[in-house]
């Protein structure tokens, strides 16, 4: 298993780096030829780890560790036939070497088959003391396998190991997450912080479950924990001005957020909560200002370009929120939700031939919901397309055929044809289907509640 990277070369690694630029060959002890290989693997430098590789076989022939290295590079590179083929020459020379079976368990896992890798690295602990890095290995395989209790357990035993091993911390609370079990997460990190009650990365966490639970002071005081232990962390900034926006304390929200970009270079989600909340405490301009700010920082950011649209929606300014939705579905042209504030924005306008086309966007993009179907028919209905709302009305009813809401406006539109025939089949079957519904009937078309037939189907 590679080291942690060094921040500074050894005297081993400028020897070696020294004798590739001339035609000298410097011996070295196979322990640091290891030193090299790890510190060139844990950089990304793989082709300098080769040649270090290949230059300590040749001057420690029978180094199993360099061979284990070389297995390693091998397995990193998809060589597994070659991979395999090494580690059957070394089991019969060292049957007891944890790595052999650490490497086996790599060569299983980058096949898809996990189960086998569990099994490798369970024989690996069996024969080590040194379990940390295969318990995290192990946490890996469990969450390839989507056994998140097992991926959990192995990754809190890293976390035992080494308190400061942040990324099996992060691992377990995602676990937790995942599981759904925000109560676990937030026992567990009180007892963490219970020992390590300046570990920022711990306070930050459990503010992020209190926030999932909604107890906000609980998510604020953690975070401010967390800004006590380190008052240069960023993210702990942010998420208290979410939180702050929840309680309703903009101003202060927006005092967190303005930290953040302080601390380190702009970003655009900073900037999009900022206006969000000057938005909210009524400030326009300053709202409008972050917006653009948001779109300036980061031009493909969608959702930059939806909340410009959004604002001038509300604003009833919908040729610039026209502008800005077309913004949006430049950047993701596969997303239902622009397609649909796009067709209600073009229902704004009375401009149904375009509205009728965003609607029908929005569908092939995967937006099946009853409202969509039902926002659809309205812009055949504002159109007089009576027939082709009744069309709409009908696919719709396949995604949704219980929906009473359908059943009543198709029967509405037959009756807007002058189809008195059709009109009385589909009330009878709307009425049949959900009785209790019948408002939606009167409601959305009323004209036709004053017709005896109508009338004495409804009971009115």
């Known amino acids: 298993m590679a080291f942690e990277s060094e921040e ?130 192990l946490g890996m395989e469990y969450l390839f396998m989507d056994d998140f209790k097992m991926a959990k357990e192995s990754f809190m035993k890293c976390v035992t190991y080494d308190k400061h091993d942040y990324s099996a911390l992060y691992n377990v609370i995602y676990c937790f997450e995942f599981l759904e079990d925000f109560e676990g997460a937030i026992s567990y990190l009180n007892d963490y912080l219970d020992n390590n009650p300046y570990c920022e990365v711990a306070w930050h966490q459990l503010g992020k479950q209190y926030f999932e639970k909604r107890m906000y002071p609980e ?135 375009n509205a009728d086309m965003a609607y029908k966007q929005a569908i092939d993009s995967g937006s099946f919901e009853l409202e969509t179907w039902l926002n659809w028919a309205n812009v055949s209905r504002m159109a007089q397309n009576y027939d082709t709302a009744i069309e709409i009305l009908s696919q719709g009813s396949q995604f949704h055929p219980e929906s009473a809401e359908i059943a009543y406006k198709k029967a509405g539109m037959y009756l807007m044809l002058g189809d008195k025939i059709n009109g009385r089949i589909a009330l009878m079957k709307a009425l049949k289907e959900n009785r209790n519904q019948v408002a939606l009937f009167e409601t959305d078309f009323s004209q036709f509640s004053t017709i005896a037939w109508v009338q004495e189907l409804i009971g009115t």
């Open 219 to 353: 998510a604020l005081t953690a975070f401010d924990f967390a800004i006590i232990s380190d008052d240069s962390f960023m993210g702990a900034y942010f998420e208290k001005g979410k939180v702050l926006e929840k309680m309703g304390k903009f101003e202060d929200a927006i005092e967190n957020y303005e930290t953040t970009l302080q601390l380190e270079d702009p970003t655009s989600h900073a900037y999009l909560r900022i206006g969000r909340c000057y938005e909210k405490l009524g400030s326009d301009d300053m709202a409008k200002h972050h917006y653009y700010q948001t779109v300036h920082e980061d031009p493909l950011l969608d959702k930059g370009w939806l909340v410009i649209t959004e604002f001038y929606y509300k604003r009833e300014e919908y040729t610039k929120a026209l502008h800005y939705i077309n913004k949006a579905l430049n950047i993701d042209s596969d997303n239902p939700e622009y397609w649909k504030k796009c067709g209600k924005i073009h229902v704004a306008l009375k401009d149904f031939d």
């Open 8 to 137: 500074r070369p050894s005297q081993s690694i400028n020897k070696f780096e020294s004798m590739l630029k001339t035609d000298d060959v410097y011996f070295f002890d196979a322990e640091d030829f290891e030193e090299i290989i790890h510190h060139y693997l844990n950089h990304g430098k793989i082709a300098l780890a080769k040649k270090a590789i290949k230059i300590g076989l040749k001057q420690h022939i029978e180094s199993i560790s360099l061979k284990l290295l070389h297995i390693e590079v091998l397995v990193f590179e998809n060589n597994l036939e070659i991979a395999e083929q090494m580690l059957d020459e070394l089991q019969l020379l060292d049957s007891a070497n944890e790595e052999i079976y650490i490497q086996r368990a790599n060569i299983y896992s980058k096949k898809d088959n996990h189960e086998a890798a569990v099994a490798l690295l369970n024989e690996a602990l069996s024969i080590t003391n040194e379990s940390f890095d295969i318990y995290s290995l």
